[in-house]
């Protein structure tokens, strides 16, 4: 049985890396240097294939909040050392700052002609950015035998520019659906004759007006009514979420900024209404997450939304300690009786690995990616020396104590796979139960523009828009501030400012791209003893 300290260290370091965009890994202490050789021996040497090469390629990996414990730094460590043993290349690991002073040291040492290898970035736009500055090595003549590419063809897209490749992208995190998620008090629900969930926007909206006539503030929601902690309502009038997905499959074929819809009119009349009826809370606008868990904790909401899953832990445990039956709640059908599809994270598919324009190694870089998906090589990076940091346990690593002694072990974790994240984090740091659900009701959703590649100027310009005209407008309209009447002038003044021109391209691309849409899958793995959905509103997947 893992430790308690075991998770939370885990946990830790994972909330770290979701920080800094990069996950985090399992590894190894200082003085164990070599064991990371011993612990993958099997591999066939590609330096016993073709011989030592005097290429030094140079890696530059996301930032993150780790430090090396004396003794070993970036270019000197198992992990390393082994990929010099096994591939015969040296390597020159170049780490960014976190955040926003990581993308302004990427920007100057490109412009400074300091980037000539492979660079592993977390924003997927950045590969048409520095393509149309040409900055970047086209790769379309090695990705026949590109294994990474391959694999997960179906988003990349995202890496391509003016029909050739530039970017290869990776599953980062290994999550590619991750929505919004709504808790229920269960035993209320029960107690007032709602023992099923309910399953249309009727029984829903039913289920709202209940709470009120317990006293209650139906569902404690916060932030601007654009975002995540409304996704369910937004997903009932088919506009959920503008952040991962922003634009629609209109009747004439076209894509359309989904807030300026006819169902998004249809949803802030319906927003308002709750508003006024006491619905939600009203100052939801200034609200945030631990003020509507406290809401909820505190018998005064019957649900909660949040945005996210990482907070979902602490929220049950509380909840438990209050002896409230707490659940999640799926997504009931929209209020046009089709399928309500949730938020899809925004970090779907957000990695990507670019080589700079004019490599003298592009053909060794793709080796050394080809090498990076090998099994032993994603053993290694991912969790450490087997023995040590793991034990292999029906086939399937189990991290031991001592996996906490390598959190630096997270810039090394650049290609990460949904299997590794079940194990990893799913299992080793407790996330499952939490997590999953999220994916609920995201899977079968199509999302027209999410591979689109989309540049970062129009991606900026597009959120901008939404911070400035549509986050204000929804507030206002949905508080009485302002009236529904004003929405046809509200869409022509979001049009008048840029978002005519924001659309336009938006469709230039979807043509070239050939409209076929991202399908939303889950990536829990098929065989997940681990993960039982015990917090499910109608009990377990699985006893």
């Not at 591999?43 to 890696?59: A, F, L, N």
């Not at 379309?140 to 590109?146: F, G, I, M, V």
């Not at 034990?391 to 906490?404: C, H, I, Q, R």
């Amino acid at each position: 049985m893992r430790k308690k300290v075991l998770s939370v260290l885990l946990a830790a370091g994972m909330l770290a890396g979701i920080l800094s965009g990069c996950s985090r890994s399992t590894g190894t202490a200082p003085e164990e240097t070599g064991g990371g050789q011993e612990a993958a021996s099997s591999s066939v040497s590609r330096e016993e294939e073709k011989g030592k090469s005097d290429v030094t390629i140079q890696v530059i990996v996301p930032g993150n909040f780790q430090e090396f414990p004396e003794g070993i730094d970036e270019n000197n460590n198992f992990i390393v050392d082994y990929w010099r043993e096994k591939t015969g290349y040296d390597f020159d690991i170049v780490i960014l700052p976190t955040g926003d002073e990581g993308k302004e040291k990427l920007n100057l040492m490109f412009n400074g002609g300091q980037v000539e290898g492979v660079v592993f970035t977390q924003t997927t736009y950045k590969a048409s950015q520095m393509a149309a500055q040409g900055l970047l090595e086209p790769l379309d003549s090695y990705l026949a035998d590109n294994t990474l590419y391959n694999q997960y063809k179906d988003i990349q897209a995202l890496g391509e520019y003016e029909g050739s490749q530039y970017g290869i992208v990776v599953p980062t995190d290994g999550i590619f659906a991750q929505g919004s998620l709504t808790v229920a008090r269960k035993d209320i629900m029960t107690a007032n004759g709602f023992a099923q969930q309910p399953k249309t926007f009727e029984e829903f909206n039913d289920l709202l007006y209940m709470f009120k006539d317990q006293g209650m503030t139906a569902m404690a929601v916060y932030d601007s009514p654009t975002k995540k902690p409304f996704d369910m309502f937004l997903s009932m009038f088919g506009i959920s979420s503008t952040h991962a997905s922003n634009f629609m499959l209109g009747e004439d074929g076209k894509l359309q900024f989904k807030m300026i819809s006819d169902q998004a009119k249809d949803y802030l009349a319906y927003m308002h209404q709750l508003y006024v009826d006491g619905i939600i809370p009203k100052d939801f606008a200034s609200l945030d997450i631990t003020a509507a868990n406290e809401l909820y904790l505190g018998g005064k909401a019957g649900m909660v939304a949040n945005d996210i899953a990482w907070q979902m832990p602490q929220l049950f445990q509380s909840s438990e300690e209050l002896g409230y039956d707490s659940k999640y709640l799926d997504y009931p059908a929209d209020s046009y009786g089709n399928t309500a599809y949730g938020d899809t994270h925004t970090n779907v598919a957000n990695q990507v690995i670019m080589v700079a324009k004019g490599c003298p190694y592009t053909a060794e870089i793709m080796d050394f990616l080809n090498f990076l998906m090998e099994p032993d090589t994603l053993m290694l990076n991912n969790y450490g020396i087997e023995g040590e940091h793991y034990e292999l346990v029906d086939g399937v690593p189990k991290a031991t104590e001592k996996a906490s002694d390598i959190a630096w072990g997270v810039y090394y974790r650049n290609i990460f796979l949904p299997e590794d994240w079940y194990q990893a984090y799913g299992v080793g740091a407790d996330w499952a139960e939490y997590y999953y659900p999220s994916e609920r009701h995201t899977i079968g959703k199509e999302i027209y523009d999410l591979q689109l590649p989309v540049s970062g100027e129009v991606i900026n310009k597009r959120d901008d828009l939404t911070k400035t005209i549509v986050d204000p407008y929804f507030t206002k309209v949905i508080t009485g501030e302002e009236s529904l009447d004003s929405f046809d002038a509200f869409v022509q003044e979001w049009l008048g400012a840029g978002g005519q021109e924001i659309t336009d391209e938006y469709n230039r691309l979807f043509e070239e791209s050939g409209k076929e849409p991202y399908v939303v899958t889950s990536y829990l793995p098929e065989e997940h003893p681990e993960y039982t959905g015990k917090y499910l509103f109608d009990g377990p997947e699985q006893e």
